[in-house]
């Protein structure tokens, strides 16, 4: 049996159920991504076991040269709860339970 040790320490990606009403538009599941703080998670979850990774599995494939070109490809996201809200009206959620324009009041 042949051994492969590789690192997956990091928090590489959040995943959605998309078939779910509520994230089935990629509009929600980026203001949900603009809306985490990933290093407050890594440092409060994770600790010095983790590191903010963008790809698949971990740090190894992550900074693999043959894996370098998907990698690139992944969209990055900061934490920016203006760019949340922006993607959240442009998906239609505007509007509070009763049919109101909804306001941080509206809760």
């Known amino acids: 049996m042949k ?9 590489a990606f959040v995943s959605f159920a998309a078939e779910r009403a509520l994230v089935s538009t990629a509009g929600v599941r980026r ?10 998670l890594i ?3 994770l600790g010095e076991r983790g590191t903010r990774v963008y790809g ?3 740090s190894k494939i992550a900074n693999d040269p ?8 992944i969209p990055r996201y900061q934490l920016d709860l203006s760019a949340a809200i922006a993607e959240l ?8 339970a009763a ?6 009041q509206s809760e």
Request: net charge negative.
């Open 66 to 73: 043959q894996w370098r070109p998907y990698v690139n490809r």
């Open 3 to 11: 051994h492969v040790d590789y690192e997956r320490e990091g928090m």
């Open 99 to 104: 049919g109101e324009l909804y306001t941080a």
């Open 43 to 45: 440092d409060d979850f």
């Open 31 to 40: 203001a949900i991504a603009y809306s985490l703080d990933e290093d407050k």
């Open 56 to 58: 698949f599995y971990g």
């Open 89 to 96: 009206e442009k998906d239609g959620f505007v509007y509070d």
